[in-house]
């Protein structure tokens, strides 16, 4: 960690690994939250055992307060309000922050969103990015207002999308671009010298929240390329699948070659993962 510590009294909201990435990039350049809010414990698994998320993990480890309020109301705001804090960062929190609360601290509530806005606001930047065959996408961080992803645009950083590249590969890379930008702006943000841009509203778009079903792929009626861009903008959740005899079938590793989508390895539900080959042999004599 830089020995060196910034001293900006800053809340953090967040919750999954995303967020926790970020608070570790912010940790090394010596920016130490006073607070951090993260979502309650939930329960995850098979088992569906109570687990604390990434963030609290994070604040636990590293020894920083933690609340994880289950509604932001008037008791929390309060409590927020008496710190005196100067900023919120808030990246991947997963609730709905009140206007009154964004707008609480004197610099007021900064996002990290993976994608240049006003593009692909909303919850999925990164797998529409690659679902739609972009060839860049970027990391954009906004003043925040109420109505979601539409704040001023205080910095943001553009990022080339990889040909082979998958949804997991590319939202890592863009989180350590995010932090970097973040820890880069900081200074400059908190001392008033940067101009915010307004958004284009006219020309924002939005990324859904991904369902399971949208893994379902039609092998024969879908093109190559959109089956190749579903199993990389997919490959961590839901991942991409089809049926056979009623059974799902994963398709676990597959590449674009000669303009064919080329399916390398499956792994049909209830069994373990085996080539194409081999599966289309046993599927046969079924």
Known sequence: MNNKENKLNFVFFGTPDVASETLEILMQNGYVPSLIITSPDAQKGRGLRMQASPVSI?????????????????????????????????????????????????????????????????????????????????????????????????????????????APELRKRLIKIGGELLVKILPEFTAGRIKEMPQVENEATYSKKIKKGDGLVNLDVESPRVLYNKWRAYAQWPRTFFFRNSKRIIITDAALENGQFVIKKVLPEGKKEISWEDFNLRYSVD
């Open 58 to 166: 994070f604040a636990e480890k590293n020894d920083i307060a933690c609340i994880k309020p289950e509604k932001l109301d008037e008791d929390f705001s309060k409590k927020l309000e008496a710190m005196g804090c100067k900023l919120f960062i808030v990246v991947a929190y997963g609730k709905i922050i009140p206007e009154k609360i964004l707008n609480m601290p004197k610099l007021g509530s900064i996002n990290i969103h993976y994608s240049l806005l006003p593009k692909y606001r909303g919850a999925s930047p990164v797998e529409s990015a690659i679902l739609n065959g972009d060839s860049h996408t970027g990391v954009s961080i906004q003043k925040m207002e109420f109505k979601m992803d539409s704040g001023p645009i205080i910095a943001h950083s553009v990022v080339p999308v990889l040909g082979n590249e998958k």
